[in-house]
């Protein structure tokens, strides 16, 4: 886990640093933190899983950089800090996690830190089971979706497929997410995954294109809107 402090005032950034590393010992058993405090050059924003990002830049616009974070990593998780509170309706845009205003730091920053530690609990847990004869573990925000042929599910992952014997109703209620949703006879999504949906498509992040079914339609964009919500 990649945590990214971007403020062209070091003593600050140095202070979120401190808080967030003691903050997020619980969450994470591995992660590291870098502060970018001068030469804000997009390449430096191409890797990163949290960005703690100020608006008001010296020599750039921290929204004008979470829109190029945004384009490299759709799910990247963005914390605004900034003085200026006026600036959060302007935020919005890139779908921030949350918005830290630097007068009320204290308070703002215990309540983003325990909100990312129940967002990392619900979306990247870990699930365990078994494949080839072995024990195998993949996060929960890794599963893309889940496809059915006969008896057997395929697990799409970010990095890999997984094939196992069951059905989507006991695999479903063995992931137990809420986040995890039938849309095809032949399909369970991950919403985390979701880029858009269209009447009777899905498209996902990396490209690829799911049919919805008819019978499932509504409640597909019942529980998105939901998503989106949370």
């Not at 010992?25 to 990002?53: A, R, T, V």
């Not at 880029?195 to 009777?200: T, V």
């Not at 799911?210 to 809107?225: F, M, W």
Request: aromatic share 16%; hydrophobic share 40%; proline share 0%.
């Amino acid at each position: 886990m990649l945590i990214k402090i971007v403020d062209d005032d070091q003593t600050f950034a140095k202070k979120i640093k401190d808080i967030v590393y003691d903050a997020f010992k619980n969450i994470f058993i591995d992660y590291s933190i870098e502060c970018i405090s001068s030469n804000f050059e997009y390449q430096y924003f191409e890797e990163g899983d949290i960005f703690f990002l100020d608006i008001d830049l010296k020599e750039e616009n921290g929204i004008k950089i979470a829109e190029k974070i945004r384009e490299n990593n759709f799910n990247a998780i963005i914390i605004f800090v900034s003085a200026l509170n006026d600036m959060v309706f302007d935020s919005l845009i890139v779908q921030p996690f949350y918005f830290i205003r630097k007068d009320n730091f204290d308070r703002d920053i215990k309540i983003t830190c325990s909100l990312i530690q129940n967002y990392i609990n619900k979306n990247h847990r870990i699930i365990t089971f078994d494949f080839n004869d072995r024990k195998t573990s993949i996060k929960l925000s890794d599963i893309i979706y889940l496809e059915s042929f006969l008896h057997e599910i395929t697990i799409h992952t970010s990095f890999d497929d997984y094939k196992y014997s069951s059905s989507f109703n006991k695999m479903m209620l063995f992931i137990n997410s809420t986040n995890i949703v039938r849309i095809h006879k032949s399909y369970v999504v991950n919403l985390f995954w979701v880029k858009e949906i269209y009447k009777e498509e899905m498209i996902l992040n990396n490209g690829i294109t799911l049919k919805i079914g008819k019978k499932y339609r509504q409640d597909v964009l019942k529980k998105y809107k939901e998503y989106l919500l949370k």
